[in-house]
């Protein structure tokens, strides 16, 4: 009996062993699979000097074309904005997609509030020689772009703003993100790190649908998941840009700061003045947004001047995608293409 409890000792030991060792081998892996993944991300973007300090950037298409300033969501970054703003410009628009301030590469020390970060990219547009742009933002990058109208308008032609929390974010629940139905907060929590970030993309790569399902379940309503991932499959383009989109919060972790920093400033929101934004507005959002209880299209739509929404049926915050969704970046750049000059800045 003695000799078996030894043996049966030494098996669980060795088994021990190398359950070890995987999992060192695995961890180390994945260690060098991040950092590879970053050193890519930095060679894809530069960093530009600007009045406010350096910012991240990257730009597509033509210098002197039309310019499309893209502000991304949370978590995100440039790679997320610039597959946001290759799915809606024309071949002759010039897409300039930065990275926000606690996001990747651009400092958070350049833009702690959302008028500061609106700034920030005002700067940016100077160091690039753009006189004014388009901006497009989505989910916080939004209210940057709304805040963008209101301290720069004379650099903002016109104001995409794509699923725009209006509402303060629910209080959090534990000390987590977990219960707020907002996609951001549920990114964040869903995901608990690069590693999570990480299955998410792999995911992606052995069962795209799995992957799609797994998104779509922190931002579509229960009932819309089924018929949303459905139509990504049998969508090429919108295949590819959800393929984008997931790869954008991979690494989380120079991510994170900023979208701490965001999810912060959207339970505790400074007041927008949207009456004083004199540029033209289109709000676009999903009919089954889970965060619906907090994008409100109809405080922007009642008091700016110039501004009228859309609701995409089919979709969550993630306007793209649905079989009501086809549309959506048509009628992003009929109502860009149709946009006045800015007024001067007063």
């Given at each position: 009996m003695s000799k078996i409890l030894r043996w049966t000792g030494?098996?669980?030991?060795?088994?021990?062993?190398?359950?070890?060792?995987?999992?060192?081998?695995?961890?180390?892996?994945?260690?060098?699979q991040r950092d590879e993944e970053l050193r890519a991300m930095e060679l894809?973007?530069?960093?530009?000097?600007?009045?406010?300090?350096?910012?991240?950037?990257?730009?597509?298409?033509?210098?002197?074309?039309?310019?499309?300033?893209?502000?991304?969501?949370?978590?995100?970054?440039?790679?997320?904005?610039?597959?946001?703003?290759?799915?809606i410009a024309a071949s002759?628009?010039?897409?300039?997609?930065?990275?926000?301030?606690?996001?990747?590469?651009?400092?958070?020390?350049?833009?702690?509030?959302?008028?500061?970060?609106?700034?920030?990219?005002?700067?940016?547009?100077?160091?690039l020689n753009i006189p004014d742009a388009a901006i497009v933002g989505f989910g916080a990058g939004a209210i940057v772009g709304a805040e963008m109208g209101i301290r720069h308008p004379g650099r903002v032609r016109g104001l995409v703003m794509i699923s725009p929390?209006?509402?303060?974010?629910?209080?959090?629940?534990?000390?987590?993100?977990?219960?707020?139905?907002?996609?951001?907060?549920?990114?964040?929590?869903?995901?608990?790190?690069?590693?999570?970030?990480?299955?998410?993309?792999?995911?992606?790569?052995?069962?795209?649908?799995?992957?799609?399902?797994?998104v779509l379940s922190m931002d579509t309503t229960r009932d819309g998941v089924a018929s949303t991932s459905e139509a990504i499959m049998d969508d090429p383009a919108q295949r590819e840009l959800m393929q984008s989109l997931i790869k954008s919060v991979y690494p989380l972790s120079p991510r994170e700061l900023g979208a701490r920093n965001d999810l912060l400033h959207l339970r505790h929101p400074q007041p927008i003045d949207f009456a004083s934004i004199n540029c033209p507005i289109l709000v676009l959002s999903g009919a089954l947004d889970q965060a619906r209880e907090v994008v409100k299209p109809a405080i922007i739509v009642d008091t700016a001047p110039d501004a009228k929404s859309e609701i995409i049926a089919g979709a969550g915050s993630l306007v793209w995608f649905g079989p009501g969704a086809s549309g959506v970046a048509r009628t992003i750049r009929e109502f860009m293409q149709n946009l006045p000059p800015p007024l001067p800045a007063e």
């Open positions: 030494r098996v669980l030991f060795a088994v021990g062993v190398i359950g070890l060792l995987a999992c060192g081998l695995f961890l180390a892996w994945f260690s060098s894809r973007s530069r960093m530009v000097t600007t009045s406010v300090g350096e910012i991240e950037v990257v730009t597509s298409g033509p210098d002197d074309g039309p310019a499309i300033l893209v502000l991304h969501g949370t978590p995100g970054g440039y790679d997320q904005a610039l597959a946001i703003g290759k799915s002759e628009d010039l897409v300039v997609a930065p990275s926000r301030p606690g996001y990747l590469r651009t400092p958070f020390v350049n833009g702690f509030l959302f008028s500061e970060q609106a700034d920030a990219m005002a700067a940016l547009l100077d160091s929390p209006t509402v303060p974010l629910p209080a959090l629940v534990s000390g987590t993100f977990a219960g707020i139905n907002y996609l951001g907060a549920q990114v964040m929590a869903g995901l608990g790190g690069d590693l999570g970030a990480f299955t998410v993309v792999r995911d992606w790569d052995s069962d795209p649908r799995k992957s799609t399902e797994r």
